[in-house]
């Protein structure tokens, strides 16, 4: 593809509520991270894949947030029993390779917890 | 862990003239500092990134200079123009073990270019 996409767009979900947020990595791209943008703030790194491996999961809030990669390709971030501290842009990135390297990043969800 | 700060928060100049922007990092075994910028409402884009083997590289109109003695790096745009005004994000990335491609980023830097 073109680049990384993310969908939907714009969630709006309410407290306690369910969520997934999907992101398509540039097509062959081993590595994938997903990232917590707060309003006005940088990027923080919430998880790693490399291929269908979550090799780095430190930076999920709390155990209601879940992602997967499967089949190494596209991969779902979950969050469950929303808060509204949740509320956020979710970016997603991918990298070629394995280790380091320019990343590439997905227009964002922005997830509106109300 | 990496932390890096980002200074200024807001940077307001004049069409044509030059605007720095510093960042520093804690981990002296970070390897890659890419900068990034972001238009409202839009993705990250990678406009210039430095290893840490150089201690300048230079894009047309942006440079980029590390220091990594002092653990500094900057972002120097000159001659701007309207169309550089945006959130300008500066990242640090650890060399190895188990940090894998974590970037750590910093607060950002709101840039306003008048014409």
């Known amino acids: 593809g073109a680049g990384v996409s993310q969908s939907p767009r714009y969630k709006v979900a309410k407290r306690g509520q369910d969520v997934a947020l999907r992101c398509d990595p540039i097509?062959?791209?081993?590595?994938l991270f997903w990232y917590q943008q707060a309003l006005g703030q940088g990027p923080e790194f919430l998880t790693y894949?490399?291929?269908?491996?979550?090799?780095?999961k430190s930076g999920l809030p709390s155990d209601r947030f879940f992602a997967e990669r499967p089949e190494g390709s596209v991969s779902t971030l979950k969050i469950q029993r929303t808060q509204q501290e949740d509320s956020a842009v979710y970016l997603c990135?991918?990298?070629?390779?394995?280790?380091?390297?320019?990343?590439?990043f997905g227009p964002g969800t922005r997830l509106t917890v109300t | 862990g990496e932390n890096v700060e980002q200074h200024p928060s807001t940077l307001s100049v004049q069409e044509g003239d030059s605007a720095v922007i510093k960042c520093t990092y804690s981990?002296?075994?970070?390897?890659?500092f890419p900068w990034y910028k972001q238009e409202l409402g839009k993705r990250p884009q990678l406009i210039i990134d430095?290893?840490?083997?150089?201690g300048e590289k230079k894009d047309q109109r942006i440079a980029v200079t590390l220091n990594k003695t002092a653990k500094h790096f900057s972002l120097h745009i000159t001659e701007t123009q309207p169309e550089d005004s945006a959130v300008y994000f500066c990242?640090?990335?650890?060399?190895?073990?188990?940090?894998?491609?974590?970037?750590?980023f910093g607060q950002g830097t709101i840039l306003t270019v008048h014409p």
């Open positions: 430095i290893r840490s083997n150089v």
């Open positions: 894949f490399q291929n269908e491996a979550q090799l780095d």
């Open positions: 990242a640090a990335l650890p060399g190895g073990g188990t940090s894998y491609g974590k970037l750590t």
């Open positions: 981990d002296s075994a970070s390897n890659y």
């Open positions: 990135a991918s990298s070629l390779g394995g280790l380091g390297g320019e990343q590439y």
């Open positions: 097509s062959g791209h081993v590595s």
